[in-house]
């Protein structure tokens, strides 16, 4: 698996060595799209390790997913040129990696949102603005409910976790008596 | 009796007696004398040996006389050491004994202390959980609307939007 993602990195950074100035953060917003679908279904890239079906069959069937890309040459080719080593099944993993590059690279933070009730889109961006500025980075968010939260916001992504919520004070009051006793 | 005879006899008496004489002293001379010098010698030697010997025993008895001197000494000195070692002992049996009569109440009173705070620490442990359960219901209850809820978020919001 660990040799997987070091293998699917390798094919990203090769996009990215190649067409890294020409992808836009639409088609990033694009490929996440992508890759939150083929994590969801799996099973659809099980057709890439068939040897019986035909390789151009594979490159179409692949293509599509990026048809509506404004520049779909990088994403093409990273397809390309896995199909034809055999290592179609890597197109998961090579996208995820792609995207995580492209963020290290142009300083931008995926970061998930959860509230524990509706939150205005006004109040999204000061709390990306003051995750921004935390941060230093560039922030893109998706948002989610928790009503565990009982009541506020949470902010995570692989490298923070910011949180103000009632859940956290309860947990936090928890430890310090636990503590104190 | 003829005179002649007899001077001449006596004359030849004289000589045997002086020969023979002289083969005896030559006899003792050969083969007596020096045994009995040699045993004079050993006899002296024995004598030497035995003066030295009595000297060393003389020596020795001194050294021991010293020695059994040194000793009762010695014992006497040990006798008063034993003795304030038996007194030092006692002492510090008496003082063991003191201290362990203060550890042991000392320990006990800390038992009692420990039995108290064990008690009051499985109190808590089901108390705090408890509390704390109560309050996320009763909190959970209040938030519950979409009104409080977002009041609260937005409190939250206008205070990291001010920087603080």
């Not at chain 1, 698996?1 to 070091?6: A, D, H, S």
């Not at chain 1, 931008?108 to 709390?127: F, N, P």
Request: net charge negative; aromatic share 8%; proline share 1%.
């Amino acid at each position: 698996m660990e040799y997987q993602i070091r293998l699917s990195r390798k094919y990203a950074q090769a996009v990215m060595n190649v067409f890294g100035q020409s992808i836009s953060r639409d088609d990033i917003a694009h490929v996440q799209e992508i890759i939150n679908f083929l994590g969801e279904h799996k099973k659809a890239l099980f057709f890439l390790r068939l040897s019986r079906i035909d390789l151009a069959v594979k490159e179409r069937a692949l293509d599509k997913l990026f048809e509506n890309f404004s520049n779909k040459k990088p994403f093409i080719a990273l397809v390309h040129l896995l199909l034809q080593e055999s290592r179609g099944h890597l197109i998961y993993g090579a996208l995820r990696e792609l995207v995580a590059l492209y963020y290290e690279t142009h300083k931008i933070m995926a970061c998930e949102i959860t509230g524990s009730h509706s939150i205005s889109a006004e109040s999204l961006d000061k709390v990306q603005q003051f995750l921004a500025r935390q941060t230093g980075n560039d922030i893109i968010y998706t948002y989610t409910h928790d009503a565990s939260l009982i009541a506020g916001i949470r902010a995570q992504s692989k490298t923070i976790l910011w949180e103000h919520s009632i859940r956290k004070q309860l947990r936090d009051l928890a430890l310090h008596m636990a503590s104190e006793g | 009796m003829n005179v002649n005879e007899t001077l001449i006899g006596i004359f030849f008496r004289l000589l045997n007696f002086g020969v023979l004489f002289i083969g005896l002293r030559h006899l003792y001379l050969r083969y007596i004398t020096p045994n009995a010098q040699a045993e004079i010698e050993a006899d002296e030697k024995k004598v030497a040996i035995m003066a030295q010997q009595k000297d060393a025993y003389y020596q020795q008895e001194q050294l021991v006389n010293k020695e059994i001197e040194n000793q009762r000494e010695q014992i006497t000195r040990l006798s008063k050491t034993l003795e304030a070692w038996q007194a030092a002992a006692q002492e510090a049996e008496r003082i063991h004994q003191q201290e362990h009569e203060q550890l042991e109440l000392a320990l006990r009173e800390k038992a009692e202390v420990q039995s108290a705070h064990i008690a009051q620490h499985m109190l808590e442990r089901r108390a705090i959980p408890l509390a704390i359960e109560e309050l996320e219901v009763s909190l959970a209850s209040h938030f519950a609307g979409d009104k409080r809820g977002s009041e609260y978020i937005a409190d939250v919001v206008d205070h990291i939007a001010k920087g603080q």
